[in-house]
């Protein structure tokens, strides 16, 4: 019994020659502090705030989106509590344009609708949502964009393809 | 005897040399599957009694492995943590232990220096010792092994030179392969084996070993329950039969699919029937040739094998590890043999043992490959994991995007290592296949009411698995909660925290330290259970004074009776557990009432008082 102790003692005073550990920070990717209010869907800095429905960017940086994606964007102190306006620029291209004739894009904060918005066409277009004070009152928002129509999977492609985006950004109602 | 020389030191390194460069991947693979499961077995012990336990009770399967799994993940992750690279450097050192024994007996035994150097080597080879060497929780084959071959190489230095220290050396050697592996149980008929065909006598002095593993197989197969369905349930049929042949296949020619054969044009199935035919062949005349060496390669693969014949639903490839010992010794002594042979037979024994090597080759370095990127994936999701709970060590962890083989190699077991609570989303259920026979799974997922919860009091953290990294989610996973999740109650109630009123109906008092006195009547909503098999318990006080007559606690659950339990003087404090109904399409709660037959009057206390409740959970 003694020899027992003795072995667990040993083993119980082993651990202590154990490295401590120090997990790697890059493994995780952790949601950015304060969420930015304007995002550029090209820039690396900026994918965290992409959420979902974004496929991996091109070889040019950029990319599709899904018929349906998810943005976060951070709501400035100044913004807080008033009226605001989510613009949302994108690109359609002229390959595209058969497909997304009459595109309507529909926006939603927190699972309230915004007013939706038509696409004129093949183009590069800034699409403009007005958000009501009420929807703005804490630091960040979740917006979801759903297309009403999209370039259905074809040839080589898998994907269901719906615009390019480009950038997305919460700014007051009324620009001073 | 044959001696060793300064030539046999040469020949001795060949084999650990190959064994560096075919398993150069599976000798650095990082923990997956079961080995988090044995790493954790430290994190419980924190007592003497704690010790013994984590070293002797029986684990998986029933089985008691002590050296083998217990001693060697318990004392090396004591010492160096989760460095496998020690782990890796024990296996290793046990192997070529194992390589110098195979070169030694062999030698003893055919007095062959090309036969004991071939043998090692066509073992190292061998599909058998690929998982063994990558896995470290397969380590029990190779120290099993090891155990074996020093009891054979004992046994033969016995007979030798009838010195009884061998004798004894053997009877130790081979009582300990039993904290190594099961399949020690066979070493009494290798060794009888042995001595019959060496002398056509068996010395009495076997019969203890007989007796040992009669103990031990008696033991076995009456305390350790053998589940009766499953991958692990034994079937003791005439398939047995065919479950040999699909051994000596898979040791003939491995188990490769079509796209990887090593001849594209040659099937797996026409090397392993080939080789199959040749090694036939070579036995009847090593029978007859009185070579036997060969004859006992085949009795060695029969009877280490034969323990595994009844799992006809789990053939794998690492049972092989310690059978193909015999089948190296068919093979090389079949290439000693054709190397003092005519031409045609040099050249046939070449081609079978060439198609041989190549086939079971590709197949040994196919599946270290696969280990090392299972360990790979296993090692970025665990470090990843730490790295949250670092980041949140008292949150509720929800991830999402884990496949079903990242599942099963890493997130199930090694959650138990980390201290948080980390469960899987529980709308990904349908995403991970529980095998037959496993264990039940469900405490890997969150169910709804744990994360309800954990939203209302701020304590969720989400992540999503994504291209090797954890990425955080918390604030889609929150706004893409279902609805009906948001308003769920908690499965567990802490009576004496005030917020858990929000749940409780009629007939409670204020809380207290301890938890809330009922009414006679009191009444509580829990969530509906979100599967079958879920425990209702609750915990509770009534003071022994009031307890005489006894005073009976009813349960009632949805109006229904569920139970009740007879307080006495004896079950002051109480802990009742019933079994909760399955769970009901369209029912998402249950309301619960517990009612006592008898109120007590505190002295200076004018409430009715029913029993204390300090907590009400399901699980």
């Given at each position: 019994m003694h020899r027992f102790a003795l072995a667990a003692a040993l083993w119980l005073a082993a651990a202590g020659c154990r490295q401590a550990r120090h997990p790697d920070p890059r493994l995780t990717l952790e949601e950015p502090q304060p969420l930015q209010s304007s995002i550029d869907a090209t820039n690396p800095a900026d994918e965290l705030q992409l959420l979902d429905g974004f496929y991996a960017p091109e070889s040019g940086g950029w990319r599709w989106s899904a018929p349906q994606f998810t943005v976060s964007l951070g709501v400035p102190e100044e913004l807080r509590g008033k009226d605001a306006r989510i613009e949302f620029e994108f690109t359609i291209p002229e390959a595209a344009a058969r497909d997304l004739e009459g595109l309507v894009i529909q926006a939603s904060v927190n699972q309230h609708e915004l007013p939706a918005w038509r696409s004129p066409g093949a183009g590069t277009h800034t699409a403009a949502f007005p958000v009501p004070a009420a929807l703005l009152q804490e630091d960040g928002i979740l917006v979801d964009f759903t297309l009403d129509r999209f370039i259905p999977p074809r040839g080589g492609e898998v994907r269901q393809l719906g615009v390019i985006p480009m950038k997305f950004r919460l700014v007051p109602a009324r620009v001073q | 005897m044959t001696r060793l020389g300064r030539r046999d030191a040469f020949l001795l390194l060949l084999a650990p040399a190959f064994v560096l460069w075919l398993d150069w991947h599976g000798i650095r693979t990082w923990f997956h599957q079961d080995d988090f499961a044995w790493l954790s077995?430290?994190?419980?012990?924190?007592s003497f009694e704690a010790l013994l336990r984590a070293l002797f009770a029986p684990a998986a399967q029933g089985t008691v492995r002590v050296l083998s799994e217990r001693v060697f993940f318990l004392g090396l992750e004591r010492i160096f943590?989760?460095?496998h690279r020690a782990f890796h450097l024990a296996a290793l050192a046990t192997q070529f232990a194992n390589l110098a024994l195979l070169y030694w007996i062999t030698l003893r035994l055919s007095g062959s220096r090309l036969a004991a150097a071939a043998a090692p080597l066509a073992w190292s080879a061998g599909i058998g010792l690929a998982t063994p060497l990558a896995w470290l929780s397969a380590y029990n084959q190779i120290l099993c092994a090891f155990f074996l071959l020093s009891a054979f190489a004992c046994l033969l230095r016995w007979r030798e030179t009838g010195l009884r220290r061998w004798f004894a050396a053997q009877c130790a050697l081979f009582l300990l392969g039993f904290a190594a592996l099961e399949v020690a149980v066979v070493y009494p008929a290798l060794a009888t084996a042995w001595c019959w065909l060496e002398t056509r006598r068996v010395p009495r002095a076997l019969g203890w070993l007989w007796l040992a593993s009669a103990i031990f197989a008696a033991a076995h197969m009456l305390l350790i329950p053998k589940p009766a369905?499953?991958?692990y349930a034994r079937h003791w049929d005439l398939w047995m039969a065919r479950t040999y042949l699909q051994y000596w296949s898979l040791a003939l020619a491995g188990n490769l699919d079509p796209a990887h054969w090593p001849v594209p044009w040659l099937p797996r199935r026409a090397v392993a029937a080939l080789c199959g035919l040749g090694a036939a062949a070579w036995l009847v005349a090593a029978w007859r040739g009185r070579n036997r060496l060969a004859v006992f390669g085949a009795v060695w693969f029969t009877a280490a094998i034969a323990p595994v014949l009844p799992l006809r639903h789990h053939?794998?490839?690492?049972?092989?590890a310690i059978p193909s010992i015999g089948a190296a010794w068919l093979a090389s002594t079949a290439l000693a043999a054709a190397a003092r042979s005519r031409w045609f037979l040099k050249a046939a024994t070449a081609l079978v043992l060439g198609l041989h090597l190549l086939y079971a080759g590709a197949s040994h370095r196919a599946t270290t490959q696969w280990r090392y990127q299972r360990g790979l994936e296993s090692r970025y999701l665990f470090h990843a994991l730490e790295r949250a709970v670092q980041l949140h060590p008292d949150k509720l962890i929800a991830v999402s995007g884990i496949g079903d083989e990242l599942f099963w190699a890493a997130f199930h077991d090694s959650r138990n290592l980390l201290g948080t609570r980390i469960c899987l989303d529980p709308r990904e259920a349908s995403a991970v296949s529980l095998p037959p026979?496993?264990?039940?799974?469900?405490?890997?997922f969150c169910s709804p009411p744990e994360v309800a919860e954990a939203f209302r009091s701020r304590r969720l953290v989400a992540y999503r698995w994504e291209n090797r990294r954890l990425r955080a989610i918390t604030r889609l996973y929150v706004h893409r909660l279902p609805r009906e999740w948001q308003d769920l109650p908690p499965a567990y109630l802490n009576l004496a925290d005030p917020a858990s009123a929000r749940w409780l109906g009629r007939g409670w008092h204020e809380p207290e330290a301890g938890g809330r006195w009922t009414r006679l009547r009191a009444e509580a909503t829990l969530p509906a259970p979100?599967?079958?098999?879920r425990t209702l318990s609750i915990h509770g006080y009534r003071p022994p004074e009031s307890l005489t007559p006894p005073v009976r606690l009813a349960v009632r659950m949805n109006g229904a009776e569920a139970g009740h339990l007879l307080l006495d003087p004896s079950h002051a404090a109480f802990h009742l557990e019933l079994p909760l109904p399955a769970p009901k399409p369209g029912v998402s709660s249950i309301r619960l009432e517990l009612e006592v037959d008898r109120a007590h009057r505190a002295p200076g206390d004018r409430r009715e008082l029913g029993v204390v409740i300090s907590r009400i959970a399901w699980q």
């Open positions: - | 077995l430290g994190r419980r012990v924190d943590g989760l460095d369905e499953g991958v053939v794998m490839d690492y049972y092989l026979g496993f264990p039940p799974i469900a405490g890997a979100d599967r079958s098999g």
